[in-house]
C-alpha cells in the first residue's frame, strides 16, 4: 500500500490517517473481553499495511491492553508503532499523587516508559481542578514522562484559558465531520493562533457518511453505540432530510473523484489547515476497510467541491454549542442521550452552608484568602435572590489564572460563579444582572465575547465600568445577581 503521510504534533510525529480503538469497549460491553495477544494480532495487520498510529483511552475496554502487547514487539523505537491515549478521570481533587497515578496505569496498562500523546478529557470547567491536572501533567512531561500533552473535546474558551495559564497543549481530539463543524469557528481561530492541531475523530458519524446510506431511510432501530451517538447529531443538525442532502452533494463529488464518499467525507476534515489527522474507528476481527481508506490520498478537492458542499451546508442547521458541549450539557448528542445522572455524581467544588448570621440565609465559601482578611463570602442566597461578590480568576487559595489574558480570566470567573450558584440551587440561567469591573479598555471585547459565550441566550442587565486598577495582577472582575425562579411561573 502507499504509505501514510506524516504531520507532526509538537516534537511527536503521527500519521495523517490514525486508527480509533473506542469500538472496542462496544464489542467487549457485554462482558465478553478480547485475548489482548489476538487483538494485538489485528492491530500487526494494521500496522504492517502502514496504519501506524493508533488512538484509544482509560475506557475503551481493553484498547490499552492490546496496544501493549503490539507495541512490545517493537523494541526499535524507530519503527515502533505510536500510541495516543487519554486520562478522563472523574472531576475531583487533582493533587501530584492522584495525576501521577493516572498517568502510571497509562504507562503499565501500555507497558511503556513514556507516553507518546496523552489527552486529558474533564467532564465538567465548574470544577477547576482540571487546570490542577493539567499543570500537573505538564510537570510530569518535564520530567520525561509524556512526549507530548493534548486535550480531548475542549471548547474554545478552555483550550484558550489552559493556554494562556501556560499549559503546553498541541492537539485537541474534537468531533468534526460534515455534519459536525463546530471545530470550523471560533476553535479555528484559537488552534490557529496557538499552533495547537485537530485531532478529528467522528468524520464518518459512525458510519452514517457512506453511500450505504444514501437513499435510505431513517433507520428505526441502531444497536451500536457509535451509531445511536451520530443519530442524534443528524436529528440536531437538521434532520434526515438535510442529512441526504450532505450525502447526495459528497457522492456527486467521489464519482468525479472514482472514490467513495467515505473518502469525500474525510478528505473535507483532512483538508482543513488546522486538522493534523482523522481518526477512523476499527472493529477488530470484524469490517475493515484498510484499503479503501488509503485513498484518502490519491486525490484532492478542488474549489467547486468545496463550494458544493458550502452550498448544502445551508440547507442543514448547524449542531448547537461548541466542541465538547455534548459531553457537558444538553441536549446530550451521546449514545444514551443523556450524561445528567453522571453529571450530578460529580464532586461539587463548592458547598452550601448556613449563614452563622441569618437563619434564613445560605453562603457559599471558595477559599479565596481575601474572603478570611476582609471578612465576606463567595454568593449568599436569602430567599429566591442570590448575590454573588465580586470575582476574579483565582485558583484556590492565591494563585492567579492566565496573568496577562483578560478573556481567559472571564471565563474562569463564570466557571467559577456558575459553581457558586450550583451549589445553591440556581444555575447561570437565573442570572438577572451582571457587573464587569475592568483594568484595560481595550480588554471589552474580548470579555464581552466570553461573557457573551455563556450570557448570549439569557441576556441579564449588565454594566461595564473601566476602574483605574485592581488588586493583584487581575485584570477584570465580576458580580452577579440572581434570582431563583419558580417553574411554575414560567408559564
Not at 126 to 144: C, I, K, S, T, V
Not at 149 to 161: I, P, Q, S
Not at 186 to 207: D, P, W
Not at 409 to 430: C, N, P, R, W, Y
Amino acid at each position: 500500500m502507499k504509505k501514510i503521510p506524516r504531520t507532526s504534533i509538537g516534537g511527536l510525529s503521527i500519521h495523517q490517517l490514525i486508527t480509533g480503538l473506542w469500538q472496542v469497549a462496544d464489542i467487549e460491553k457485554e462482558g465478553h473481553l478480547f485475548d489482548p495477544e489476538d487483538g494485538a494480532n489485528e492491530l500487526e495487520q494494521y500496522y504492517q499495511d502502514g496504519f501506524g498510529t493508533f488512538d484509544m483511552a482509560d475506557h475503551y475496554g481493553s484498547a490499552e491492553l492490546i496496544a501493549g502487547r503490539l507495541l512490545a514487539r517493537y523494541q526499535d523505537e524507530q519503527h515502533k508503532p505510536i500510541a495516543c491515549t487519554k486520562w478522563c478521570p472523574v472531576p475531583g481533587q487533582m493533587t501530584k499523587e492522584v495525576v501521577r497515578k493516572g498517568v502510571q496505569e497509562r504507562l503499565d496498562r501500555l507497558g511503556v516508559e513514556q507516553l507518546d500523546l496523552l489527552q486529558f478529557h474533564w467532564w465538567t470547567f465548574q470544577h477547576p481542578a482540571w487546570l490542577d491536572a493539567l499543570h500537573e501533567l505538564a510537570e510530569l512531561r518535564e520530567r520525561g514522562l509524556i512526549k507530548e500533552l493534548g486535550v480531548t473535546n475542549f471548547d474554545a474558551a478552555h483550550l484558550h484559558l489552559a493556554l494562556a495559564d501556560g499549559i503546553p497543549i498541541r492537539s485537541n481530539q474534537v468531533s468534526f465531520s460534515l455534519l459536525d463543524r463546530r471545530a470550523g469557528g471560533s476553535l479555528k481561530e484559537v488552534c490557529e493562533h496557538h499552533a495547537v492541531k485537530i485531532l478529528a475523530y467522528g468524520t464518518l458519524c459512525g458510519g452514517f457518511l457512506s453511500k450505504r446510506w444514501l437513499g435510505q431511510d431513517d433507520p428505526e432501530k441502531i444497536s451500536d453505540w457509535s451509531r445511536m451517538k451520530y443519530r442524534r447529531f443528524i436529528e440536531s443538525s437538521g434532520g434526515w432530510n438535510a442529512f441526504q442532502s450532505i450525502l447526495s452533494a459528497a457522492e456527486k463529488i467521489a464519482q468525479k473523484h472514482r472514490v467513495s464518499l467515505a473518502n469525500v467525507a474525510t478528505k473535507w476534515v483532512l483538508s482543513q489547515d488546522h486538522v493534523a489527522a482523522v481518526i477512523i474507528g476499527a472493529r477488530l476481527g470484524e469490517s475493515q476497510h484498510r484499503q479503501n481508506n488509503m485513498e484518502l490520498f490519491e486525490f484532492e478537492l478542488n474549489d467547486e467541491d468545496f463550494q458544493s458542499l458550502e452550498k448544502t451546508f445551508e440547507e442543514t442547521t448547524p449542531v448547537p454549542g461548541d466542541c465538547g458541549d455534548e459531553y457537558r450539557k444538553p441536549p446530550f448528542l451521546t449514545a444514551t442521550g443523556d450524561l445528567s445522572h453522571h453529571l450530578e455524581q460529580v464532586e461539587k467544588i463548592f458547598v452550601s452552608n448556613p449563614s452563622e448570621s441569618r437563619c434564613d440565609a445560605n453562603q457559599v465559601l471558595s477559599g479565596s484568602e481575601w474572603e478570611e482578611i476582609a471578612g465576606y463570602c463567595r454568593a449568599q442566597r436569602i430567599g429566591d435572590l442570590i448575590v454573588v461578590s465580586g470575582t476574579t480568576a483565582t485558583a484556590g487559595h492565591s494563585r492567579i489564572v492566565a496573568r496577562g489574558d483578560a478573556a481567559a480570566q472571564t471565563t474562569f470567573i463564570l466557571d467559577k460563579i456558575s459553581a457558586a450558584l450550583e451549589a445553591l440551587g440556581s444555575s447561570m440561567k437565573d442570572v438577572v444582572r451582571t457587573r464587569i469591573y475592568l483594568v484595560n479598555v481595550e480588554d471589552t471585547l474580548a470579555v464581552s465575547k466570553a461573557h457573551g459565550r455563556v450570557f448570549g441566550q439569557i441576556k441579564p442587565a449588565n454594566t461595564l465600568l473601566q476602574v483605574g486598577g485592581l488588586v493583584g495582577e487581575y485584570l477584570v472582575e465580576i458580580e452577579a445577581d440572581a434570582l431563583v425562579r419558580n417553574d411554575n411561573s414560567l408559564n
